[in-house]
Each structure stands twice: as structure tokens, then as C-alpha cells.
Nanobody
């Protein structure tokens, strides 16, 4: 099983970034996918999740209306489009997969994890 996150970088406040997570080794179409993030000294937190159906995506309150999660089952990939980035969005972003049908917000519910991609928002 592999989840390879990419797309992070250093951007200024207000900028946009699109993260991608390419996966292999499991039945992508049967899994709910999610993005989590972890800032230095803080716990890993749920950012967004999208069920296998592609409907009823869930977002944390802190990113609602700024971030959008999507999936491409043909490419076995999940994406996170981030707009109007803020310094508080700086963190390592991880993609994760779970066999639960809902986008759960608890990290232990996820079976597979990627290695993370660093997003730094700073002027």
C-alpha cells in the first residue's frame, strides 16, 4: 500500500495550492479518503474527507469555504484545493484512507497513511 502526497510548498498569505495524493495497493474506489494536517507541537487534525461515493464531503470548520476535496477513482487519487491560505494553515498535510463509509474525523479510524507534504504560509 502506498499513498504519495505532493504539492506542498512555501506560499504567501492569500495564495492557493493544490495537493495531490496518488495511491496504489488497495481498492481505492472502496475507501473514504481524507486529508489531515499536523503543525509543530500540535496534534494531527482532520481537514477534509470524501466518501467513496464522492458525495457528502466533510470539512473542518477552520477550512470550510476555503478548501475543497475531490477524488478521481480512475487515477486512484485524491486532491485538496486550498484557497486564501493563512499562516495558521502551515503544517504537514497527510492523506489517509479508511474502509468506513463516512469521512470520520478521528485519525485512528484510518487504515493507510501517506508520508506528508509540507505547506508553509508566510510573508
Amino acid at each position: 500500500v502506498q499513498l504519495q502526497a505532493s504539492g506542498g510548498g512555501l506560499v504567501q498569505p492569500g495564495a492557493s495550492l493544490r495537493l495531490a495524493c496518488a495511491t496504489s495497493g488497495f481498492r481505492f474506489g472502496d475507501h473514504t479518503m481524507a486529508w489531515f494536517r499536523q503543525a509543530p507541537g500540535k496534534e494531527r487534525e482532520f481537514v477534509a474527507g470524501i466518501p467513496a461515493t464522492g458525495y457528502n464531503a466533510a470539512y473542518s470548520d477552520s477550512v470550510m469555504d476555503r478548501f475543497s476535496i475531490s477524488r478521481d477513482d480512475a487515477e486512484n487519487s485524491v486532491y485538496l484545493q486550498m484557497h486564501n491560505l493563512l499562516p495558521k494553515d502551515s503544517a504537514v498535510y497527510y492523506c489517509a484512507a479508511t474502509s468506513y463509509i463516512y469521512a470520520l474525523r478521528e485519525a485512528p479510524a484510518y487504515d493507510y497513511w501517506g508520508q506528508g507534504t509540507l505547506v508553509t504560509v508566510s510573508s
